[in-house]
């Protein structure tokens, strides 16, 4: 019950760019995966006991499933938007539940007390109403009207701006962050979370973005976000308890966490379980 609802999803399982004939030995929800790059450019993923699986390459990364997936990995039009600049920021490995990797990036309220004078700063501490809805067609869990002043919104941002924000699931384990574009208004920023489980309370954090951003050189557009997410680790790695509880009862929600209860609603419908603590311990 714990693994069968989420072994058809596609997950992140390396980084083209750092791929080749070799391989890259990793795990996915227990098994042990390789990784690697074809003669052709294509990727090949095999499973612990020798079998092929899955794979695709989108986004700057391979995805694999251990299952048999459903549907074409989801899309992201703004990946083929030209001028954009697609920075593959590299891997974080987090001690939690990729599900808890996941709702933290969904969480607005943390932006002043974790990521201080980056994403917020004190006295502008409160979460304005925003709308959160489960987008039926899509099967997306989805937060729109969302807003925050931010100090540095961006790398690419002069001094702090009222940050508009989207948030969009996708998957269990996957998220994206529509926001302001400081050096283009009418456009969006996108920054996702690509969240590969390793086991039920250890995930490697894949974050990549599409950004409108000609100036920055690219180690200073790696070096914001990783600083960003390594500043969410030492959260991440002391939640208790580990998995994520879908229990109404076992976390009292604020107004402030729409997103997440949305969030888990939707992975408790699906019966999208692994990471997941189903009741209080």
């Known amino acids: 019950m714990t693994r069968n609802a989420m072994i058809d999803?596609?997950?992140?399982?390396?980084?083209?760019?750092?791929?080749?004939?070799?391989?890259r030995k990793t795990a996915l929800m227990g098994e042990p995966i390789e990784v690697r790059l074809g003669e052709d450019g294509s990727a090949k993923v095999t499973g612990?006991?020798?079998?092929?699986?899955?794979?695709?390459?989108?986004?700057?990364?391979?995805?694999?499933?251990?299952?048999d997936p459903q549907k074409p990995l989801f899309a992201i039009p703004e990946a083929d938007q030209p001028g954009r600049r697609l920075v593959d920021v590299g891997v974080v490995r987090v001690r939690c539940s990729p599900l808890?990797?996941?709702?933290?990036?969904?969480?607005?309220?943390?932006?002043?007390?974790?990521?201080?004078?980056?994403?917020?700063a004190e006295p502008h501490t409160e979460v304005q109403n925003y709308k959160v809805e489960i987008r039926e067609d899509d099967d997306e869990v989805w937060a729109t009207q969302v807003q925050f002043y931010q100090p540095q919104a961006a790398k690419s941002a002069q001094g702090g701006?009222?940050?508009?924000?989207?948030?969009?699931?996708?998957?269990?384990?996957?998220?994206?962050?529509?926001?302001t574009c400081p050096p283009r208004p009418g456009e969006w920023d996108v920054i996702t979370l690509f969240v590969q489980p390793l086991a039920e309370d250890l995930c490697d954090v894949?974050?990549?973005m599409a950004l409108f951003d000609d100036e920055t050189p690219m180690t200073d557009l790696i070096h914001?976000?990783?600083?960003?997410?390594?500043?969410?680790?030492?959260?991440?790695?002391?939640?208790?308890?580990?998995?994520?509880?879908?229990?109404?009862?076992m976390e009292i929600p604020t107004r402030a966490d729409l997103t997440s209860v949305a969030y888990r609603r939707w992975l408790k419908r699906h019966g999208y379980t692994y990471g997941a603590q189903l009741v209080a311990q």
């Not at 914001?224 to 009862?249: A, H, K, M, W, Y």
Request: glycine residues 8%.
């Open 224 to 249: 914001f976000q990783q600083t960003i997410f390594v500043q969410d680790r030492s959260i991440l790695e002391n939640q208790i308890p580990g998995l994520l509880p879908l229990d109404p009862g």
């Open 9 to 23: 999803e596609w997950y992140p399982v390396g980084l083209v760019s750092q791929l080749d004939a070799h391989g």
């Open 161 to 179: 701006i009222t940050t508009q924000y989207m948030y969009r699931v996708p998957a269990p384990t996957c998220s994206i962050l529509y926001k």
């Open 100 to 120: 808890r990797a996941v709702e933290n990036f969904l969480d607005i309220a943390h932006f002043p007390f974790v990521h201080t004078d980056i994403l917020g």
């Open 206 to 208: 894949w974050p990549w």
């Open 48 to 67: 612990g006991n020798g079998r092929v699986l899955p794979a695709c390459i989108r986004y700057g990364h391979v995805w694999s499933s251990l299952g």
